[in-house]
Every structure is written in C-alpha cells, then in structure tokens.
C-alpha cells in the first residue's frame, strides 16, 4: 500500500521556523516527484514547492522563495521542507503529494498533477 505520511506542523510565532516531513511507505519517495502544497481555510491549494525525480530540479511559489527549502534523504524516505522566517500569511494545511513516470527534470505546483496525497498537516504562525 502506497502512503504519505506528513509531520512536523504546529504553531510558531511570526519570524520562526518549521521543517516540515513527509516519509513514504510503500515505495521509493526519490523515483518520484514530490510537491509541498498548503491550503488555508476559504483558500484553494496552493502549490508551495516541488522537486524532481531524484532531487535534480527544484521548484518555489514567489510567495515562499528564499524563506523555504525542500529536500530529500533517500536512506529515511523522506522529503523535508525547512521553513525559514515564517510569516501569518503561511497558515495553511500543508500536505505532500507525489507522483511517478517523470523526468529528472521535471516539476509542476498544480495539484492536478499528483497520483498519490497524505493527509496534511497543520502549520499555524501566530502572535
């Protein structure tokens, strides 16, 4: 059985930081393109940040580049996102999504795109 599992959320104050992990069960995370989106409430999903089969290209949303970093440890399974300087406006569910038969080089923030979700978890940047 094919899953994500992501963990890692929780509330942080305004300037903190987060890393976010989403491990894999059931199959090799880096033979896959694996995309971060968030949703917040009211809000359709938004692709946050992608990275390509075997971790060769990666892909930010303007909203997050130079505060977020994704990356990938083949030998846990796991796609991390480091959040930097987080801000209120980054609240959302984030969740992982995966999907297979990509390119090295390919990457895409449209979650139509993705085969496989976990269940998202909560990220909350509040005073």
């Known amino acids: 059985q094919l899953q994500l599992v992501e963990s890692g959320g929780g509330l942080v104050q305004p300037g903190g930081s987060l890393r976010l992990s989403c491990t894999a069960s059931?199959?090799?995370?880096?033979?896959?393109?694996v995309t971060w989106f968030r949703q917040a409430p009211g809000k359709e999903r938004e692709g946050v940040s992608c990275?390509?089969?075997?971790?060769?290209?990666?892909l930010y949303a303007d909203s997050v580049k130079g505060r977020f970093t994704i990356s990938q440890d083949s030998a846990k399974n796991t796609v991390y996102l480091q959040m930097n300087s987080l801000k209120p406006e980054d609240t959302a569910v984030y969740y992982c999504?995966?999907?297979?038969?990509?390119?090295?080089?390919?990457?895409?923030?449209?979650?139509?795109?993705?085969?496989?979700w976990g269940q998202g978890t909560q990220v909350t940047v509040s005073s």
């Open positions: 059931g199959f090799t995370l880096g033979d896959y393109a």
């Open positions: 990275i390509s089969r075997g971790g060769v290209r990666t």
């Open positions: 999504a995966a999907k297979d038969g990509t390119s090295k080089i390919w990457t895409s923030l449209y979650p139509q795109h993705y085969d496989y």
